[in-house]
């Protein structure tokens, strides 16, 4: 049995000023038996002395000892949207911006568990979200980017892959696919529809030495150009290397190479990346 308790103050000064104040009371319950286990809860959540119910459960069943596992859930929240968290997501947001709730359902099942040491997961998503927070240019000729907010269904295919191949050596991937269906917007601006991201990484001489590549691709995000018309943006494709050593047990030294193939992406528009760019340092341990 699980009761949570969480308060949550935003105060926000501009040219005016907003509050955006929630408490959240989440009380569970789950059992744990020899093939099934269930939770069963709620997310009371009040804001501005309104209510909201989200559900909290989740059933799931052993298939397969130790290899599959399925399960299925509901969950909801409202996430606060305040200037930290969007300006987190993107450095170049407007300093003038609204700040509201986004109130999600979740949906989610799928397949879990580990097969010859290798760990994964897939899992189908549906979410309905009110008052989703999309990034717009507001066309200025240093570019900031408006908050807009809309109602949307975000249908997500996404799986997940740890796999120890031998003492060492382990390669990990995730990757992720959305679908955004909006009520007023044309594009969902500025989130991204797939990403895949792959890395292995090698430790060897008694830890003192790791090695590690990663691959990262992310399709073009959709924004207004210019000419006010929905465009997509180019897209990532990113791989990078990097070593660490520790001379002994408390200090070392690593080297980081990225973007060897020195792709110019806009995550932004009018903001482009670096290219093949390398980072040297030295690292600590106690």
């Given at each position: 049995l699980s009761i949570t308790l969480i308060t949550d103050f935003t105060r926000?000064?501009?040219?005016?000023?907003?509050?955006?104040?929630?408490?959240?009371?989440?009380?569970?319950?789950?059992?744990?038996?020899d093939v099934f286990a269930a939770r069963a809860g709620v997310n009371v959540v009040s804001h501005e002395d309104e209510f909201?119910?989200?559900?909290?459960?989740?059933?799931?069943?052993?298939?397969?000892?130790?290899?599959?596992?399925?399960?299925?859930?509901?969950?909801?929240?409202?996430?606060?949207?305040?200037?930290?968290?969007l300006s987190d997501y993107s450095p170049y947001?407007?300093?003038?911006i609204k700040i509201e709730n986004t109130s999600y359902y979740h949906y989610y099942g799928g397949i879990k568990g580990n097969v010859q040491g290798m760990d994964y997961r897939i899992q189908a998503n549906y979410k309905n979200a009110e008052d989703l927070a999309l990034f717009r240019s507001n066309g200025d000729t240093l570019t900031r980017f408006n908050v807009v907010y809309d109602t949307a269904t975000i249908i997500?295919?996404?799986?997940?892959?740890?796999?120890?191949?031998?003492?060492?050596?382990?390669?990990?991937?995730?990757?992720?696919?959305?679908?955004?269906?909006?009520?007023?917007?044309?594009?969902?601006?500025?989130?991204?529809?797939?990403?895949?991201n792959v890395g292995a990484r090698y430790v060897?001489?008694?830890?003192?030495?790791?090695?590690?590549?990663?691959?990262?691709?992310?399709?073009g995000v959709p924004y207004l150009n210019d000419e006010g018309k929905a465009d997509n943006l180019n897209g990532l494709y990113d791989i990078s290397v990097g070593a660490e050593y520790f001379f002994n047990e408390n200090l070392g030294g690593f080297?980081?190479?990225?973007?060897?193939?020195?792709?110019?992406?806009?995550?932004?528009?009018?903001?482009?990346?670096?290219?093949?760019?390398a980072l040297l340092g030295i690292s600590a341990r106690f």
């Open positions: 926000y000064s501009d040219t005016a000023r907003q509050t955006l104040n929630n408490f959240y009371l989440q009380p569970s319950y789950t059992f744990h038996g909201s119910f989200f559900p909290d459960v989740e059933l799931s069943a052993k298939i397969v000892e130790g290899t599959l596992m399925a399960f299925i859930g509901a969950t909801g929240t409202l996430k606060k949207n305040n200037f930290k968290s947001v407007s300093s003038r997500t295919v996404q799986g997940t892959l740890a796999a120890p191949l031998f003492k060492g050596f382990e390669v990990t991937g995730t990757v992720a696919s959305h679908i955004y269906s909006l009520e007023r917007e044309a594009e969902a601006w500025h989130l991204p529809a797939l990403s895949l060897m001489l008694e830890n003192q030495l790791a090695l590690k590549a990663e691959l990262f691709i992310e399709n080297i980081q190479i990225n973007n060897l193939a020195n792709n110019k992406r806009q995550r932004w528009v009018h903001y482009p990346t670096f290219g093949l760019n």
